[in-house]
Nanobody
Framework: QVQFVESGGGLVQPGESLRLACTAS????????IGWYRQAPGKQRELVAS???????NYGDSVKGRFTISRDAAKNMVYLQMNSLKPEDTAVYYC??????????WGQGTQVTVSS
């Protein structure tokens, strides 16, 4: 199974920005739709944003207008630009294909902490 590695997390203050990056162990970014998920302490994982093979990306209501997902197929990367961060965005962020076959797959994730 293809592995995905997340990076770019960190500690920021409310209102600041972060850019998360996702890279696959082999070139599949141009084949699969990719999603960014997150899990906050004590909460279930949720799909934050997804980018399909064609068409427009989709976003969760809580991040619309603040987060932007993008794909660079040449670099085999998917990014999540996060602006105007809020304390409630604090979570571990994961990326993976939005395929049913990846339902139980989770990488290490990258920690995002938004705190003053």
């Amino acid at each position: 199974q293809v592995q995905f590695v997340e990076s770019g997390g960190g500690l920021v203050q409310p209102g600041e920005s972060l850019r998360l990056a996702c890279t696959a162990s082999r070139s599949i970014v141009a084949i699969y739709a990719i999603g960014w998920y997150r899990q906050a302490p004590g909460k279930q994982r949720e799909l934050v944003a997804s980018i399909p093979l064609s068409g427009s990306p989709n976003y969760g209501d809580s991040v619309k207008g603040r987060f932007t997902i993008s794909r660079d197929a040449a670099k085999n990367m998917v990014y999540l630009q996060m602006n105007s961060l809020k304390p409630e965005d604090t979570a571990v962020y994961y990326c993976k294909p939005t395929l049913a076959s990846y339902k139980n797959y989770w990488g290490q994730g990258t920690q995002v902490t938004v705190s003053s």
